[in-house]
């Protein structure tokens, strides 16, 4: 009799995410991208590992949100705020890489990445410190994404540094011209919130992002633009970081990233996207993302327009995000959060096939 099949968990998606560095750099023959990967992947086990132990003493815990499902609460007592070992390595190599080639665009990247770090900082400090599941109400934080996000949209809009041609192959592509401006918003505010809503299981958030972040900087390489060299490395080094991470983070969870994490990763997304002009593929790796945040939009707008017309909101989704809805379905967290694995790893596959052949 065969015997069973081990689960697809986080050592499966080390060594998968690994192999697949490993394929890269021997196919572009430049082994930098898997040294570090590797790199970050360390420093975060090891910053993660530490800053657990700090989080604990200052009893920074996770305050689970009421309506969300019963078995939740049991995670009430999990250290929060672990973006902070995530996002603070990567805004010190940003900072060094800055500086040391003076690029606007690579500043404009610093200075966003650093706002989204600041309001998941306070979102989760408040949070903790009210003993409730929101700290920002809901028009602060959407005001200081806003704020940030317009003025890295002018600024690299006006040196053109992003390109109103959105590229889907070499060959084709649409021109948004002043459109790309909402575009551009949208892109960089929907990815942050759709990373935060995904960050709802042990290690869902984490492990798609570092499968996100790997295609992203592949795509990039398979531009053949040198100038946009260093957008692989970063993108490289934060898929290495997001599993480091993981490694707590996963099932069951020793630590949560919090809004500081997932805000700042949605921003790092689509800011590398605008300034490379991979927002056409990183609208396929993040199927993911998109299809949790637009379970919530969907549940909210069926059940405004439903107690509109019926005087009683009806829903679609037993809970939203969609990742809740199989939960109560009876569904194991640990097998939703396999199950959204593959499916990112096969929307990473398609987008780079995609940008290959078109």
């Known amino acids: 009799m065969i015997g069973k099949i081990k689960r697809f968990n986080f050592k499966s998606l080390l060594i998968l995410n690994t192999f697949a560095l490993l394929v890269t750099s021997y196919f572009f023959n430049n082994y930098i991208f898997i040294g570090i990967y590797t ?3 360390f420093i975060s086990l090891f910053a993660t590992k530490n800053g657990l132990k700090i989080i604990k003493k200052l009893n ?5 949100r009421t309506e969300g499902p019963a078995k939740h609460f049991k995670k ?20 060094m890489i800055t500086i040391k080639l003076g690029s606007l665009n690579l500043f404009l990247l610093l200075l966003t990445v650093f706002g989204f770090f600041i309001t998941g900082f306070l979102d989760d400090y408040l949070s903790i410190k009210n003993k409730k599941n929101t700290g920002l109400k809901t028009k602060e934080k959407f005001i200081m994404q806003s704020v940030i996000s317009i003025s890295f949209i002018l600024l690299a809009y006006e040196k053109n540094l992003i390109n109103p041609f959105i590229t889907v192959s070499d060959s084709w592509g649409v021109n948004m011209n002043i459109f790309i401006l909402p575009i551009s918003f949208l892109i960089l505010v929907g990815m942050s919130n759709s990373v935060n809503l995904t960050d709802g299981l042990d290690g869902l958030a984490a492990g798609c992002s570092g499968i996100v972040f790997y295609g992203l900087g592949t795509e990039i390489l398979i531009k053949e633009q040198q100038e946009l060299f260093i957008f692989s490395i970063l993108c490289y080094s934060m898929s290495g970081i997001c599993l480091g991470f993981l490694r707590y983070n996963s099932f069951p969870a020793k630590i949560f ?6 805000l700042s990763i949605g921003a790092i997304m ?3 996207a605008l300034l490379t002009n991979s927002v056409f593929t990183l609208s396929i790796f ?27 909101g009806k829903r679609i989704f037993l809970m ?14 640990q097998k939703i959060v396999e199950n959204f694995w593959k499916i990112n790893i096969l929307l990473v596959i398609l987008g780079i096939v995609l940008k290959i052949n078109l």
């Open 39 to 41: 790199l970050f992947f």
């Open 60 to 64: 920074l815990r996770q305050n689970i």
């Open 76 to 95: 009430s007592e999990t250290p929060t705020m672990g973006g902070i070992f995530m996002i603070i390595p990567f805004l010190i190599f940003l900072l």
């Open 257 to 262: 990233m919090g809004d500081t994490g997932s």
């Open 270 to 272: 689509g800011s590398i």
């Open 286 to 312: 993040s199927g993911i993302f998109i299809i949790e945040s637009l379970s919530v939009m969907i549940q909210v707008g069926f059940f405004k327009i439903t107690k509109k017309l019926f005087h009683r």
């Open 320 to 333: 939203a995000p969609l990742h809740h809805h199989f939960e109560l379905k009876g569904v194991k967290e």
